[in-house]
């Protein structure tokens, strides 16, 4: 067999294994599929509500999931949804007492948590954060993982698991750092970064 053989046996035998690698991952991916928007180039209508907003950007509630506490944190049946976890750096976080939304306006667990987020995406890192918080009356805990998808498309998907429910929210294929403003308005870019907002 002489050279332009060999090459095109090499060629040939480097498509199969692509094609059998792209039918092995199709059927059993790493990661669960991304929550989008059906139509993103929907405009939303002029009194869109935070929850229809939410539902139109393909967010999710599971309502009446089994849940119970490990830890500090909230979690349910398959909370990691197949991941295999010991890829991830993972990272537990809580507030050691109940805040009001004002209270939280400087809340140390809030800083590290974004942190361990940021720092996760720049340097391409596999994160899983569990991150609970809780009000006077409420507690709900976040399972964040900042992950490539099956297509190698950097992410952060997060779910958060309340007592009654589970909130998937739309998954975010872009990070940046803003200083924070008031609770109820988006932060204001930090100009030296230049980089992919979550």
């Given at each position: 067999m002489g050279r332009a053989g060999i090459v095109a046996a090499g060629v040939f035998v480097a498509l199969?294994?692509?094609?059998?690698?792209?039918?092995?991952?199709g059927k059993h991916p790493s990661v669960p599929p991304p929550i989008e928007?059906?139509?993103?180039?929907?405009?939303?209508?002029?009194?869109?509500?935070?929850?229809?907003?939410?539902?139109?950007?393909?967010?999710?509630?599971?309502?009446?999931?089994?849940v119970w506490k490990e830890s500090t944190a909230y979690t349910t049946i398959d909370v990691a949804q197949g991941r295999n976890?010991?890829?991830?750096?993972?990272?537990?976080?809580?507030?050691?007492?109940?805040?009001?939304?004002?209270?939280?306006?400087?809340?140390p667990v809030l800083a590290q948590a974004r942190t361990f987020i940021w720092e996760h995406w720049r340097d391409r890192k596999r994160g899983y954060l569990l991150l609970t918080l809780s009000s006077v009356d409420h507690t709900s805990t976040s399972h964040v993982f900042i992950?490539?998808?099956?297509?190698?498309?950097?992410?952060?998907?997060?779910?958060?698991?309340?007592?009654r429910e589970i909130v998937d929210s739309p998954t975010a294929?872009?990070?940046?750092?803003?200083?924070?403003?008031?609770?109820?308005?988006?932060?204001?870019?930090?100009?030296?970064?230049?980089?992919?907002?979550?």
């Open positions: 199969m294994l692509i094609a059998l690698g792209v039918e092995y991952f928007a059906r139509d993103c180039l929907t405009p939303p209508p002029p009194d869109e509500t935070s929850n229809a907003h939410f539902a139109r950007q393909g967010g999710r509630i599971t309502p009446y999931p089994k976890l010991s890829r991830y750096d993972k990272f537990e976080l809580a507030d050691p007492e109940p805040k009001t939304v004002a209270a939280r306006w400087h809340d992950e490539p998808d099956d297509s190698r498309r950097w992410r952060v998907y997060w779910r958060t698991v309340h007592r294929y872009s990070v940046k750092w803003v200083i924070p403003r008031e609770w109820d308005k988006p932060g204001t870019p930090f100009q030296r970064v230049r980089c992919p907002i979550l």
